[in-house]
């Protein structure tokens, strides 16, 4: 029969639902909630009401392309932390009224940890101990990776992450939330040397990305062209708009050329400190593509072994969480239906 989960994301503004078999996963739906995009961010009860609306038909989707059905479960996972703690609840509560309903156990997974497990999801996995750049819209870290359940962070923001510095420069930049996404497209027809932004001297393996922001506002309102800065709408005055427009490959490959190198600099560093050479990428912003060529030439140039996970894998899903719950199954780490969900 073998240990088959069925595993739910809904910590922030995906729903997804995963089912994997002996640690191969047999599905991986995911619902995107895109009544964000107009409010410039992730509202936390726009979030939680619309995981409502979707859980049912996401997790029966899931169920039903990995061509089981919910008796043939061996347990239910949800993510446990961190996350919208309204997010959260959501899919706990139905985690944890499938686990009651069919007697099975519950497992709860830390969604960070779950994002460097992602990389174990393909059959070429890295070998412990690895080192995992992970980062997304809530988190920059450098993770040391000494088996499945064993994980040290040993680098990590001391202000924005990764994914917030791309977000928020494009934020300034005009464009939509989650601008990550649109930095990349319009910096394939850009120059990434055009313009220069300031490198943060952060000591150890730590990384900053507040100066790199505050820079990007400075350098707009500096352009030769603007006054007045509006918090509210940066992109102000014609002039300014008009730079923007005309030199947006330009700015937005220039400003992933500086986040991206920071990042791979602490990398490379952890490496040689470490001694590690099996090295990893996770989270959202590793969906970059910048990010996955200059990681991928890095690690030729250092004789690295490198892994990206798959793109679905790399964004919040529920395969990450299911991989995770079968460790975690397979370590008999199970718990409680009254087991809490915690933001942090
Ligand atoms: O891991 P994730 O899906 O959610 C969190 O747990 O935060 O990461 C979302 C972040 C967002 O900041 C988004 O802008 C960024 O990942 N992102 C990207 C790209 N795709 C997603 N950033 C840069 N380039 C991309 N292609
Ligand atoms: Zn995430």
């Given at each position: ?22 640690g ?14 107009q ?11 619309a ?5 049912v ?11 089981c059905?919910?008796h ?8 446990q932390?961190?996350?919208?703690l ?18 099975i ?10 994002h ?14 690895f080192?995992?750049?992970t980062?997304?819209?809530g ?6 990776c ?5 994980q040290?962070v040993?680098?990590t923001?001391i ?11 494009a ?15 319009y ?17 150890g ?6 100066g790199?922001?505050?820079a990007?506002l ?13 918090p ?12 923007i ?19 791979l ?14 090295i990893c990428?996770a ?5 970059n ?5 200059q ?5 030729q ?6 892994y990206i ?6 964004t ?10 079968y ?9 409680d ?5 915690s933001?942090?």
């Open positions: 029969m073998g240990i088959t989960i069925l595993a739910i994301e809904s910590s922030c503004d995906e729903t997804s639902a995963s089912v994997c078999r002996d191969v996963v047999l599905s991986n739906i995911i619902a995107t909630q895109k009544v964000h995009a409010y410039g961010g992730v509202v936390p009860e726009l979030a939680s009401r995981h409502l609306q979707n859980i038909p996401v997790v029966a989707q899931a169920l039903e392309a990995a061509g059905n919910k043939t479960l061996s347990a239910v996972a949800f993510t932390s961190p996350g919208l309204g997010a959260l609840l959501v899919g706990a509560q139905f985690a944890k009224s499938m686990a009651l309903a069919l007697n156990p519950l497992i709860g997974v830390h969604h960070m940890q779950a460097v497990l992602a990389n174990m999801v393909t059959e070429r996995q890295p070998s412990f101990p080192l995992c750049l980062v997304s819209g988190h920059t870290q450098i993770v040391l000494k088996s499945p359940l064993e040290q040993v680098g923001t202000d924005d992450a990764a994914g917030e510095a791309f977000d928020k420069s934020k300034l930049l005009g464009l939509p939330y989650p601008g990550g996404p649109l930095i990349d497209a910096a394939k027809h850009g120059n990434t040397n055009r313009f220069s932004f300031p490198e943060p001297q952060i000591p393996l730590d990384f900053s990305f507040s790199v922001k505050t990007i400075y350098f707009l309102q500096n352009a030769g062209l603007s006054q007045v800065y509006k509210a709408q940066v992109a102000s005055t014609e002039d300014q708009l008009a730079f427009q005309n030199n947006l490959p330009d700015l937005c490959a220039s400003i992933q050329h500086r986040i991206v190198s920071i990042l600099k602490k990398l490379q560093k952890a490496s040689k400190e470490t001694g590690i050479r099996q990428l989270g959202g912003v590793s969906a593509s910048y990010l996955r060529s990681f991928t030439a890095m690690g140039q250092l004789g690295w072994q490198t996970p798959p793109f679905e894998y790399c919040d899903n529920a395969g990450m969480i299911a991989i995770t719950a460790y975690k199954f397979l370590a008999g780490q199970f718990i239906l009254d087991a809490k969900v933001a942090r």
